[in-house]
């Protein structure tokens, strides 16, 4: 076991609304273009805004293949981008989705997200206090607190789904480090609860005002980790629920594609 990532460049990010925020540079069609990006173990491919797409990188959006996920159409299309840079490396010909994303959830989300089509297949050593995101070897163990995820199929092949006990009852629940709050499928829980209005929503629903059920300091479970965190409630119809990566209580931790683990660092 190792007891430090063998990383190449560390790279400092900043807490943005709903992200982890770090520095890039996406070249397409011979210009190169720096800026902050969200980045996201919660999406399946990286992520443009169709105005930045429009203004920025000169694309007719008319022109570009319209998205399917599971054979539905999302009101989105896709677009190859000519490279990615970020954390030292370069990722050529990155295929993004290109969505209405500002508009819909009214200007907090990022220009460009970066999700685990580039993410996928390696190691991330993140720390949330020292405020920095790490590639690392993913041949390695770096603790021996291990949280093995599985895996969905098709669009689902991606994300990091969790057995876990959340105060004695067995729940499923997707890990993330996209910034928010945790979510219990939704349900009732026999749980102490104080009600949060909020604006909140997602890319599907978009933005809007709510009154939710919020449960504090819940002994959360998974194998041999335990830890208490907070969630809120699920929509109605949401069988998974959702682990931000702030529940760690402060732990750094290294999240393993390769070997589909979370290991937590002392």
């Known amino acids: 076991m190792c007891a430090l990532p063998l990383c190449t460049v560390a790279s400092s990010f900043r807490y943005g609304a709903h992200f982890l925020m770090v ?39 008319s022109q570009l293949k319209p998205s399917t996920i599971n ?47 580039v993410l996928g297949g390696k190691a991330w050593r993140v720390d949330l206090k020292g405020q920095t995101f790490t590639p690392c070897s993913p041949k390695l163990h770096y603790s021996k ?63 809007s005002e709510e009154t939710i059920p919020v449960y504090e300091g819940v002994t959360t479970e998974i194998g041999d980790f335990r830890f208490t965190t907070d969630y809120v409630l699920g929509y109605p119809g949401d069988e998974m629920g959702t682990l931000r990566a702030t529940a760690f209580e402060g732990h750094p931790f290294v999240v393993n594609y390769k070997k589909k683990l979370i290991e937590i660092l002392e």
């Open 145 to 207: 607190t291990r949280l093995k995820w599985k895996t969905g199929s098709t669009y689902e092949s991606t994300m990091m789904f969790l057995k876990a006990k959340v105060g004695g009852r067995k729940v499923r629940l997707q890990f993330t480090m996209d910034l928010g709050k945790n979510i219990l499928p939704h349900g009732i829980y026999p749980f102490p609860s104080t009600a949060l209005t909020k604006e909140g929503g997602s890319l599907q629903r978009g933005i």
């Open 23 to 61: 520095d890039a540079t996406i070249h397409h069609k011979n210009v190169a273009h720096h800026l902050e990006v969200g980045l996201s173990t919660g999406m399946s491919h990286c992520l443009l805004d169709s105005t930045y797409v429009v203004d920025s990188l000169g694309v007719d959006i």
């Open 71 to 117: 054979g539905e159409k999302r009101g989105c299309c896709v677009l190859q981008l000519d490279s990615l840079e970020f954390c030292g490396e370069t990722y050529r010909k990155v295929w993004c989705l290109v969505m209405e994303t500002k508009r819909r959830l009214k200007g907090n989300m990022p220009r460009v997200v970066i999700g685990n089509n």
